[in-house]
């Protein structure tokens, strides 16, 4: 049976969350890992679809993005000088 595919999320977090998501995910991943060694293959199912779950959350927020600012090579030097030039007030 197939998935319905996640909606978008409505607001974008926070690089906390983010961070925290990505922290859930290496204690799956280890977690996985460790029942799999046990021998508790039934085990790993649980931990894999909330892997997966959490995988295309963080990739639908990351399409979701606009794509960065590129400087091409030529103009790293004048916009490296530009920022020293004018450097950002202190608050």
């Known amino acids: 049976m ?10 974008v ?3 906390e969350q983010i961070q925290q998501e990505l ?11 460790e029942n799999m060694n046990a021998g508790k293959l039934q085990a790993c199912a649980g931990y894999q679809k909330k892997l ?3 995988l295309m959350r963080l990739a639908s927020i990351a399409d979701a993005q606009p794509p960065p600012t590129v400087v ?14 004018s450097p950002v007030p202190q608050q």
């Not at 197939?2 to 409505?10: D, G, N, S």
């Not at 922290?23 to 890992?33: G, Q, Y």
């Not at 091409?72 to 030097?77: D, G, R, T």
Request: aromatic content about 0%; proline content about 10%; overall charge negative.
């Open 2 to 11: 197939a998935q319905a595919p996640q909606a978008l999320p409505t607001e």
């Open 13 to 15: 977090p926070s690089r």
């Open 23 to 33: 922290e859930d995910n290496e204690k799956l991943i280890k977690a996985i890992l």
């Open 52 to 54: 997966q779950q959490n």
């Open 72 to 85: 091409e090579p030529s103009n790293v030097a004048a916009v490296v000088s530009q920022q020293q030039a």
